[in-house]
């Protein structure tokens, strides 16, 4: 699958509280389960409230080693990307997740159902399970946000740091 880059902007603050880029440049911490799916990872945080302290050499939290499940009290920020004809496994996680579809349409399949994003639309998936199907002959681009949740003690949840790499 040929990928477009993406590029990454991450704002700070210098050490004269003067508010600047502290990095940029094209996101390079993805990985791939197999062909024709990415996941590259943007930021995470470990912690609620995240800490945003002042300072340009902050750590690069788009580079840490994650499973599919954020940081226990924190997010985890990351586009996947799914070529045509290609469908994930159905899982869920303990998190709630703010999903953007960025480009091209994917389905959702679900227990009983099914829906279809396309670019623009917006969902937020709260520790449902489902599985990504794309059944276009386009890309399919989508930004997701998980953020850890109550555990809902149902199902087989993927844990975090399974999957890590």
Known sequence: MARTPIRRVITGHDGN???????QGPAANT???RDGVASTLMWCTDAMPADIAVGENVEDMGARILGTAPPQNGSRFIVMEFAPGIASEMHRTETIDYIIMLAGEIDMDMDDSVVTLRAGDIMVQRGTNHAWVNRS???AR???VLIDA???GIGHPRLRGQQAR
């Open 17 to 23: 509280n003067v508010a600047k880029v502290i990095r």
């Open 31 to 33: 990985k791939t389960p």
């Open 137 to 139: 002959k386009e890309p």
């Open 142 to 144: 989508l930004a997701i």
């Open 150 to 152: 109550k555990p809902l």
